[in-house]
């Protein structure tokens, strides 16, 4: 059977050990004189049951699950003849696709090598014996598990208490999910990035002012050796991520400041969820919009002035990305805005300042330090920012500071090189993945610094 | 010292200046709104005006005369024959009946044009399954070819190029007027997957494949989440681990989504061998994205229930778990619901992280389940802005109003739940 069959199986188990379960807590009970007598509440000897009927199965059927395609790939590339085993890790895939496809029956035996067509029995074969020892062994856990449990419903056993505690330990394991999703982003960028290393200098990397990604696929092919210099790619995001702050820091400021300083309620309550809807707007929509409408008007428009523009500008993107964090920037003032002391505000207003110069001149200074932040936690997300920039800002990667030419990002670049077949093992590949290690750096610094503003002025009016 | 009087008069005539001041203080706040709605109102007009046509199909009907010596087939139920016999030539004969002076090489080929790619493929599917219609007369509906669409559609608009012949022009329009070539609702946009020929492409398979993709999701982000939600606010002690864990959830929420990308890659395609484009890797890398979203507001939710209850259970000698799972999460879980709908609506809309796990791939074929290769709405949306025919683009738009319409939906739904079933206390 396979995993998303034996999943509502051995949810169906769980439910047969909680029904056995609590008729035999029940049964127990009776001639003790009720269920007052035993130590817990029938429904908790059920669940104990359930409980030790699933859990060890589905983590045995998790795991295997999750180690099942690569173990038998593994053997199968192991079980080839010498004279077919693959040299490069590229041959590798590409021969395994061919068995993979020969034993689906998508390819036909005749056109490929004895041992190829070998390995592709063997695959159909170590496949199916998987596919039964892991049904095998599931239901044996889960029966296992039930009939223990079942056994054990007796009126000395606490079954809330072990329940409670499985149940505690569940929901800290489903909490140590971020930790493992952190290690697991850390550690898939770091070992590529680390292979990468060892291709290209880190010097070069960092310090590089050209970037084209091309690697010659064979030894004696005439063609670039490629270029890894990030210098280019820094430039383009930081002038795309400028633009759009230039855009998205006054608005959205301004629009909070009004919206909490002058606006009637009426207003607000038909404002702020506008502004909310450019939030929830899906960038790939943004994207379109910059490509297909707002690329063509600047570059129309420059022609008109008589400048030289190009179809896909650093500037269409970035303004584009504005919009696209102007609701960011101002919700995150109104908070800040909203956190200031309303005796400050009185205070200035009681000495016969205005309304504006209260805002300038007291509120603004004691709201700076949680606008910054706000700031920064703007900017990490335009730098990560993707569809818009992959769709409107382009490939080529030039070293400039004209806004009206084509540049390209960082995750531009790494949805480039990551797209379409690739191997696992070349510079280009690999040169994806040290891309996405500085952006994780990058944003993850500037959250933390962001995070820890907003903390520590917090804690300044609590 | 000056007098009180010639003080007042300075503060008078300082005053125009401060209010004008503050008028125009008020004038950037009111420009600063317009800015951003305006930029909202031209996003959503351009998106509609763009995209209405991609709902509007150009059919050109015809009686079709099956003819098998024209096709050279004279058994239609025999799978080699098939495979030989040209269909296009009584479509090009249906279509010269209006145009007889049409018989050179060239104006057949330009006949061919006006019917979609997919034409003959259409003949040929009919009279497979109808084998006993060789021969016969049938009114077959084609879509029409993408220029001639775009002809119909889009005459006159700057943003088209008409790459119709002037002779073709001229068919297209005697067609229309004869009612051959019509225009309806495009019902195929709704029922087929994608396509190399905008006439042909729906949006039916990355629909499902969304539909599959958040279903992966929500199944591990919900409980996962609000599990986690009620460990770090109920049981976490406050130590070294529970900061980490929630210093770990504070900054994955603002780490860049294609990072998720990378780590479904690297994760679930490289170290676990799981194949590429399929919704199960695809739901797992939106949920993994999506759970400091559902945590963060699960949490804000059971803060919210206040203590006098947990004081009230556990007062008349309910355990610590027994108040969590009897008293709390059911106070909370509308909080949660809302939270959690939003951070769906979120992974609906997302598309980075899922051009690196394959999502990307050409995919005509409807999924059939978590384990087929699929695209989802945006990353459907993407393929077809990038795409060089003409009629993609509003197909692009039409897709965007679709995912549109799913995200105000449940962003609505979020909202009326959060009206109908939040208490205040």
Redesign the interface.
């Known amino acids: 059977m396979q995993t ?1 069959d034996l999943l509502p199986l051995v949810l169906v188990l769980a439910a047969v050990a909680y029904g056995f379960a609590f008729m035999r807590s029940r049964a127990v009970a009776a001639p003790l004189g009720g269920i007052r007598n035993l130590k817990a509440l029938p429904a908790y000897y059920a669940a104990r049951a359930a409980l030790w009927c699933a859990i060890p199965a589905l983590i045995i059927l998790g795991t295997w699950a ?5 173990v038998i ?1 593994d053997m199968v590339m192991a079980s080839l003849p010498a004279e077919l085993a693959p040299q490069s890790a590229g041959r590798a895939s590409l021969t395994l696709s061919q068995i993979s496809n020969l034993a689906a029956g998508k390819l036909d035996p005749s056109i490929v090598p004895e041992g190829i067509s070998g390995a592709a029995t063997l695959l159909q074969e170590l496949r199916e014996q998987s596919s039964q020892f892991k049904t095998l062994l599931v239901i044996l856990i889960a029966v296992l598990g039930g009939t223990f449990a079942w056994t054990q419903v007796a009126p000395h056993i606490n079954a ?1 208490k072990s ?2 505690r499985t ?2 330990r ?3 394991v ?6 493992l ?2 290690i ?2 850390v ?3 770091i ?2 990035t680390f292979r990468f290393f060892e291709k290209v200098p880190v010097s070069e990397f960092l310090f590089g002012t050209s970037w084209s990604p091309q690697t010659a696929l064979r030894a004696d092919q005439i063609g670039s050796e490629g270029a890894f210099g990030i210098i280019p790619l820094f430039t383009g995001t930081l002038m795309i991520s400028a633009i759009a702050l230039l855009i998205a820091v ?6 909070a ?3 909490s ?2 606006a009637s309620p009426m207003m607000r309550s038909v ?1 702020k969820p ?2 909310e ?2 939030a ?10 910059a ?3 707002v690329a063509p008007f600047i570059r129309d428009l420059a022609l008109a002035l008589g400048l030289e523009a190009s179809s896909q500008s650093a500037l269409a993107a970035g303004l584009v990305m504005g ?1 696209m964090i ?2 960011f920037v ?1 919700s995150l003032s109104d908070d800040v805005i909203n956190a200031v002391p309303r005796t400050l505000r009185d205070g200035s207003l009681a000495l016969g300042a ?4 209260t ?2 001149n007291v509120i603004f200074p004691a709201a700076l330090p949680g606008i910054m932040g706000g700031i920064l ?1 703007a900017a ?2 335009a ?5 818009i920039v ?2 409107a800002a382009g490939l080529a990667a030039n070293l400039t500071a004209n806004p009206l030419d084509s540049v390209t990002t960082v ?1 531009v670049q ?2 480039t090189l ?2 379409g077949d690739q191997e ?1 093992d070349s510079a280009k590949t690999l040169a ?2 040290a891309l ?1 290690m500085m ?2 750096i990058v ?2 610094l500037l ?2 610094i962001a ?1 820890k503003v907003v903390r520590k002025y917090r804690e300044q009016y609590d | 010292m000056t007098n009180p009087s010639s003080q007042a008069e300075l503060v008078r005539r300082s005053l125009k200046r ?2 004008r ?2 008028r125009r ?2 004038f ?6 317009s ?3 305006f ?2 109102v031209i ?1 959503f007009t ?2 509609i005006s ?1 995209g209405y046509t991609g709902f509007i199909k150009t059919t050109v009907t015809l009686e079709v005369h099956l003819d098998g010596e024209l096709m050279y087939l004279n058994d239609a139920s025999d799978p080699d024959q098939i495979a030989m016999a040209d269909f296009q030539a009584p479509i090009i004969k249906a279509l010269q009946g209006y145009f007889p002076q049409a018989t050179s090489r060239a104006d057949k080929r330009e006949l061919s044009r006006m019917t979609g790619s997919y034409a003959s493929n259409q003949v040929r599917d009919l009279l497979k399954e109808n084998p006993d219609w060789l021969g016969s007369t049938r009114t077959i509906e084609f879509p029409a070819h993408d220029t001639v669409s775009v002809y119909v559609k889009h005459a006159g608009d700057p943003g088209y190029s008409i790459r119709l012949t002037e002779q073709q022009q001229r068919w297209t329009d005697e067609l229309l007027s004869k009612g051959v070539i019509d225009t309806g609702f495009n019902d195929v946009f709704f029922s087929r997957g994608d396509s190399r020929e905008p006439s042909n492409a729906g949006i039916l398979g990355a629909l499902i494949g969304s539909l599959l993709t958040m279903g992966v999701t929500l199944i591990i982000a919900f ?3 609000v ?2 939600a ?3 606010e109920e ?2 002690p406050s130590n070294r681990l529970t900061d ?2 929630e210093v ?5 929420a ?10 479904g ?3 679930f395609i ?5 194949p590429r484009s399929v919704p199960v890797v695809g739901g797992l890398v939106l949920a ?1 994205m999506t ?2 979203t559902i ?1 963060i507001s699960s949490r804000a939710a059971i803060k919210s229930v206040p203590p006098s209850i947990r004081e009230a259970a556990e007062g008349i000698g309910a ?3 027994q108040v969590v799972l009897h008293h709390v999460l059911p106070l909370a879980m509308p909080g949660m619901l809302t939270g959690s709908i939003i951070g769906m ?1 979120q992974a ?5 992280p899922l ?2 796990i ?1 999502m ?1 791939a050409f995919i005509v074929e409807i999924p059939e ?3 087929s290769s699929a695209t989802v709405l ?2 459907q ?2 393929i077809w ?2 795409s060089a025919e003409q009629g993609f ?1 509003e197909l ?2 039409a897709g ?1 109003m679709v ?2 319409a799913f ?1 105000i939906t449940m ?1 609505a739904f979020a909202i009326w739940l959060r009206k109908r079933l939040e208490r205040r206390w």
């Open positions: 998303a999750a180690f099942e395609g690569k790939q809330r329940v409670e149940l505690q569940l929901f800290f489903c909490a140590a999910v971020a930790i999703t952190t697991g982003i550690f898939s960028v070992f590529e006054p608005v959205g400021l301004l629009s400041v009004y919206l300083e002058y404002v506008l502004l809807m450019l929830g707007v899906p960038t790939v929509v943004y994207g379109f919009f490509a297909l409408t919009i102007i609701p101002s205005t309304q504006s110069e805002m300038k936690l990490s997300r730098i990560g920012e993707t569809m992959v769709m995750t790494i949805v990551l797209t696992f994806a993945f996405g952006l994780f944003t993850l959250n933390v995070l | 401060r209010y001041k503050e203080f008020r950037y706040g009111v420009a600063a709104i800015i951003a709605l930029s909202l996003l351009d998106i763009k409980p996962v989440g599990a986690a009620v460990y770090l049981f976490a980490f864990i770990n959830i504070n900054n994955l603002a780490v860049p989504s294609i990072i998720f990308g990378l780590l890659l690297a994760v490289g170290l676990f061998g799981m993994l759970l400091p945590i355990s610590k778990m609506a609906l809309g997302e598309t980075a051009l690196l394959g990307v389940g978590f384990f945006p990353v949306i993407f802005a990038g683009v692009a738009s965007i995912l549109l995200l962003n």
